[in-house]
């Protein structure tokens, strides 16, 4: 099976950094894509960040010129690093990927999520 495990979510001041982590395992041939979204009570659930393979990044224009979305292709692992929170970024951060399965098919996968809490 494919799993992706969320880590780094926490409880931080308004104006405080947090950096996410997402480790990928299982039985994928390639990743075609990585990223973050989240989910606010009440609200849906939205894009925060991407990544593809070949390492062109896509942000939110809420979380621009904060928030920072890198990769370790060869840990399988997708960082998100957050600067400057605002009380408005807190939500459930939900770790994405859109990679090629070992039956050669392009699917997404989801972790579990990780509690993010910005105060005042």
């Known amino acids: 099976q494919v799993q992706l495990v969320e880590s780094g979510g926490g409880l931080v001041q308004a104006g405080g950094s947090l950096r996410l982590s997402c480790a990928a395992s299982g039985n994928i041939f390639s990743f075609n894509a990585m990223g973050w979204f989240r989910q606010a009570p009440g609200k849906q659930r939205e894009l925060v960040a991407t990544?593809?393979?070949?390492?062109?990044?896509n942000y939110a224009d809420s979380v621009k010129g904060r928030f920072t979305i890198s990769s370790d292709n060869a840990k399988n692992t997708v960082y998100l690093q957050m600067n400057s929170l605002k009380p408005e970024d807190t939500a459930v951060y939900y770790c994405?990927?859109?990679?090629?399965?070992?039956?050669?098919?392009?699917?997404?996968?989801w972790g579990q999520g990780t509690q993010v809490t910005v105060s005042s």
């Open positions: 990544i593809t393979r070949g390492g062109s990044t």
């Open positions: 994405y990927s859109n990679a090629l399965s070992s039956s050669l098919r392009l699917r997404d996968y």
